[in-house]
């Protein structure tokens, strides 16, 4: 089993649309996935047609089983939903010394009994006790960013934040992998942006998802964009050199490897 977190203190970069759209794409290719949604907002439901229910707080700030509340989205995809509410276990991780321990511990042990095979963290923006807890939980951290000289700094307070954790807590993470999302290769700004980042992290770096409005446009609809446009950029990445650059066709093709192992 492996748990990927979905972590960036900034907003709007990416984070839900790249955790349902990689997690449905592993649930299409046979995996079952399970969708955590860690957001106050509880905008994974929505996105896929399913009611805001605190069943993230239920499970951890009043310790029911997970089991009670997952919610079927899709064949191999599940939803551990969350609302508002949320913020109550943001104050039990803050308050309560071992509650950190407890929710990974909690955390893997019954999406393992469950027979989960990929966990999905979608995490609001910010770098507070929720979003640590979840690093501490995943075997990957995905930092979605888009390209844009504000928005890149989330990146930098991200591995700050896990180094901390590194030599604080003794955590070590397979990997982390930087995501750009919304590239657009016509704007000089987003290359600029692209190359600092690919000097800053290597290999970390992704190929980038190209700027899409049928990413806007698949919530308002219920669908995932393999449901909605998988054809569109995206998903299948742009041509460049006469072969077929990033989107999220490519990511999926990474994550398989890592979950894989090969």
Known sequence: MKIFAFVNQKGGVGKTT??????HGLALAGYKVLLVD???QGHIGRHLNLPKTPGFRRWFYEEEPMEAHILEARPNLW????????NLVVGKLRDEPLATPLFVRRL???MAQLGFEIGMIDLGPGLD????AAMMAADYV??????KFLDMDGVAEVTKTMAELTSGQGKAWERFIVLPTMYMRIWRESGLRLKELVEAFG??????IPNDPRVMEAPGRGKTLWEYAPDTKAIKGVEAAGKRIGGYEEALRRIRVLVEGV
């Open 108 to 110: 893997r042990q019954e």
């Open 142 to 147: 995905i930092i979605p960013v888009s390209p």
């Open 79 to 86: 939803v551990l939903p969350g609302d508002k509410s949320t």
């Open 129 to 132: 006790h929720l979003q640590t």
């Open 203 to 208: 290999q970390m770096v992704w190929p980038p």
């Open 18 to 23: 790249s955790a349902i759209t990689l997690g």
């Open 38 to 40: 860690g957001d106050k």
